[in-house]
């Protein structure tokens, strides 16, 4: 089950993974052991000639013994998953990159500050669908909606956030590896939702460089 | 036989009723919770058809639907080779674009009608076929007779449900074929996408969805109040509240939650029909609205609402287990209990469906608590249906297997639930087939597993016949392997990122790999479609031609089953007193195996 998940190139998608793979093994073990013991029973418990079914109300000390270990066990998966939860959506490494996305039917809009470092200045420069980041820095993204709620989702960093109209959610990210990943919206946002799809490119330094020499020809040093 | 006869004189006190009076304005608790059984059955079927046409989109992307699309030799030559090419010719070159025309060109279900299929498919399986069976059917059929009473507290009232629930369904259905199609924004109706018909140009479908809900609920409202007012007041002598089956205790607390749960759900589509006719901005920011407004007043009710979906179910199965273990339910007060706390703790968990909304992620941590509690009394009830069946004499009838069926899938949608109460994990999984498979492990894997269980068991006390064995184990088996087909692979589209509610996979890189599954699951569906007409035959034929059924032919020790089959108006030629619990099988030092609960006392202590 867990090979099927995307190339993780995030650094908090290891522990995002990590906690799938956790939920993963005790929930399969659960599984079979529930099973195994259902199977057993039907196989063992039969209908036979001569065999009267156990006639009893239950036991009270089995009920207090798997309530009090699920309990425990549901608890203690709360308690871990918490500081991964804080630190994905409640705290934000510094910045090394802005970028502002606003969702609109049925686009990306990507905003990017430019070298003074600002949105909604001269330099910023707009395209629909193109994400372009170094690898290994910490990107900010400000999500936006000019419409309805979309949804900003780039698997391969285990990083979903919805976009809403009337509100800047600012989520982050930093990428591990270079490549070209795909950003699918992940909310029901009308006719054209199936097929909205913008793209990562996660840069070398010269890459980059070269990007934003590039878009921004003007400022070159 | 003729008791039964007899029975009908002695309470028939008026002129015999005519077909509209026994058929159609019936108020008979039992003619009622038949009604109820026919639309759910009915609707059961159309929201079916409507997954079938999508699930043949995401197979196959954009080509035209089998037997009435268009041919594909039409479609790479243009020219018309079958009847149903020229047919399609015709269609398109009308003036008007026709219903056809429009949503399915040539065959092929365009993005909008696609948005609509899922919207639909999921409104009319959750509010149109589970409940009007789960909670229409089977608690107005069973409470009075099961609590040993004569009918319900207001039987006009009742009558009044069934038909209110009606013009719902012809409202809904209307849906389709008004101009700009039929609701397209999930059966979730998030605003903005549903407030404004500029977002999906749809405007009357979405308003009719709207008032449909409001005028099912008041069905509903209606039929809380019977329920809740008839357990609490009508029980036979003895019948105290720990001598009620767990199915009556499961159809009163799923009352309450309607009750309650219900109005929560009437403001919000109220609010919404605001927005959408009459300028107000409750959920758009542009007028000083807030969108999680809605997703918040919409899962307040809808969270409970999944609960209300599953408790009736499993009701049932704690009916069917004992039945066919011969033994008595293992731990039935900690059956009652959990049920209660699922019942309570269903208020405070909805915000897990808003983990990744822009809610305050502190807010969230609150609802993984919330939510990874509730798991613990599922998981108390899956142990005590294991020890029902733990030195039991079992026996593999169609309505035990159906039962059995209900357990051991809703284990594997409560497990994977866990993944989406962890908050990090929920990222990655929210809005996939993650979700969806767990909604269908639970929903069909539970709910449908446990309304055929409850139909096979008490479908001779229902019409006085007896269902046709066979077909029943080839029906289930057959729905068994095609459920685990179609669901199965669904968890694993969703590890690998497959987003929900798209209607061409194909048009993502990402999900290239994992195309093949969706082929296996539609044609995983296609099978379970096909494997229901079995059902549908078993049940017509055995109500028309079906072997006439004893009062109780699976031994069991519940009230309904000393009414004579099927039971007169009234139910009982002779009010039941009881004198024992619910589930006294085997009891050791009797000959027989079970003690009816109507049995004089003296037979055991309880």
Known sequence: MLDWLPENISTYGADIDFFFAVIYYITTAVFFLVAGAMVYFLIRYRRRAGRKAEYTHGNNTLELVWTTATTIAMFLLAIISKPVWSEIKETRPPADLEVRVTGKQFNWEVLYPGPDGKFDTDDDFLTDNEVHVPVDSVVHVHLRSKDVIHSFFVPVLRLKQDALPGRTITAWFEATRTGTYEIPCAELCGFGHSGMLGHLYVHSPDEYSAWVDETWPANQS | ?606
């Open chain 2, 1 to 606: 036989m003729s008791d039964a006869t007899a029975a009908q004189h002695t309470s028939e006190a008026h002129a015999p009723h005519g077909f509209i009076s026994t058929y159609v304005f019936s108020t008979d608790h039992k003619m009622i919770g038949k009604q109820f059984l026919m639309l759910g059955l009915l609707m059961f079927l159309v929201g079916g058809a409507l997954a079938l046409m999508f699930r043949w989109q995401l197979a196959y992307p954009d080509q035209p639907l089998p037997i009435i699309g268009a041919s594909q030799s039409f479609i790479e030559t243009e020219d018309p080779a079958t009847a149903m090419d020229r047919t399609w010719v015709d269609l398109m070159s009308a003036e008007e674009p026709g219903w056809l025309a429009t949503n399915m060109p040539y065959g092929v279900i365009q993005p909008a009608f696609y948005n609509s299929l899922f919207t639909m498919h999921a409104t009319i399986m959750i509010f149109f076929a589970v409940m009007p069976i789960l909670v229409g059917c089977f608690g107005n059929f069973l409470i009075p007779l099961m609590i040993g009473t004569r009918d319900m507290a207001f039987p006009v009232l009742n009558m009044l449900s069934f038909w209110v629930a009606v013009a719902a369904g012809i409202i809904m259905v209307a849906g389709f074929f008004v101009p700009g199609g039929h609701a397209a924004a999930g059966w979730t109706a998030y605003a903005p996408l549903s407030a404004d018909p500029q977002w999906t140009g749809v405007d009357w479908g979405q308003g009719l969805w709207c008032i449909s809900l409001i005028v099912l609920g008041i069905s509903s409202l209606m039929g809380s109040i019977n329920y809740i007012t008839t357990v609490i007041n009508m029980r036979a002598p003895g019948m105290t509240l720990f001598r009620l089956p767990l199915v009556i205790w499961s159809l009163f607390i799923v009352a309450i939650l309607l009750l309650l749960a219900l109005p929560v759900l009437t403001s919000a589509l109220a609010m919404l029909l605001f927005d959408m006719w009459a300028g107000t901005s409750f959920f758009s920011p542009a007028g000083g609205g807030e969108p999680l407004l809605w997703q918040h007043l919409f899962w307040f009710f809808g969270h409970p609402e999944v609960y209300i979906l599953i408790l009736p179910a499993m009701g049932v199965a704690s009916e069917v287990l004992p039945v066919f273990s011969r033994k008595p339910i293992f731990g039935y007060k900690a059956m009652v209990w959990a049920m209660i706390s699922i019942a309570f703790l269903g208020w405070l968990v909805w915000g897990h469906h808003m983990f990744q909304s822009g809610m305050s992620p502190a807010l969230g941590t609150t609802f993984m608590i919330s939510t990874m509690f509730i798991a613990v009394p599922s998981a108390i009830k899956t142990f005590n249906w294991l020890g029902t069946l733990w030195r039991g004499s079992i026996t593999f009838t169609v309505p035990m297997l159906n039962g059995l069926a209900f357990v051991s899938m809703f284990v594997i949608g409560g497990l994977s639930g866990i993944y989406m109460a962890s908050t990090p994990v929920d990222i990655f999984i929210h809005d996939t087939y993650y979700i969806v498979a767990h909604i269908h492990y639970v929903v069909f894997g539970g709910s449908m597993f446990g309304i055929f269980a409850g139909i096979y068991f008490w479908f001779p006390k229902m019409f006085g016949r007896e269902m046709n064995t066979a077909l029943g184990k080839l029906h289930f088996w057959l729905t068994f392997i095609a459920f685990n087909v179609t669901f199965f692979p669904m968890h694993i589209l969703g590890v690998g990122g497959h987003m929900r509610r798209i209607a061409n996979p194909m048009q993502y890189e990402f999900l290239h790999g994992l195309q093949w599954m969706n082929v296996l699951i539609s044609w995983g569906a296609f099978a379970l479609g096909a494997a229901q007409l079995i059902f549908v035959l078993n049940f017509v034929w055995s109500i028309l031609r079906g072997r006439r059924a004893s009062d109780n032919p699976w031994r069991s020790t519940t009230v309904e089953w000393t009414a004579p089959t099927p039971p007169p108006h009234g139910n009982f030629p002779v009010p039941p007193s009881v004198h024992h619990g619910p589930y006294e099988y085997s009891v050791p030092g009797m000959e027989q195996d079970y003690l009816p609960q109507t049995a004089p006392a003296g037979a055991t202590a309880h």
